[in-house]
């Protein structure tokens, strides 16, 4: 039972009381949306980063089956430089390999 003259029961009365309280739930509802914001953001690097490794792959086996069809091989070297290289360093080798027909540096 709620007693009228407790101290507590006295402040919840208080205007201001109210105020801060519905300040601190506000608060924590922020917090809440920001954490879930970065949670968001994390997760959407996380998909961007998956495409990129996704694309990449898909343009090393492009890669591979161009220089197969243009009778290239493809060295340790070259296997190397592959698996070292980005989505956008694979696509201008790609592109030298189908306009040139050769690899960059060879001729």
Not at 49 to 60: G, I, N, P, S
Not at 73 to 97: G, K, M, Y
Request: charged share 30%; aromatic share 2%; glycine share 4%.
């Amino acid at each position: 039972m709620i007693d009228p003259n407790h101290p507590l029961y006295l402040l919840s009365l208080e205007p201001s009381a109210e105020q801060i309280a519905e300040m601190r739930q506000e608060a924590e509802l922020l917090r809440r949306l920001d954490r879930a914001e970065q949670r968001a953001e994390g997760m959407a690097e996380a998909r961007a980063e998956a495409v990129r490794r996704e694309w990449a792959d898909a343009l090393r086996g492009s890669i591979a089956l161009a220089s197969a069809r243009l009778g290239l091989t493809i060295d340790d070297a070259r296997r190397a430089q592959l698996e070292a290289s980005d989505h956008q360093q694979l696509q201008a080798l790609l592109d030298v390999l189908l306009d040139k027909r050769v690899w960059p540096n060879d001729g």
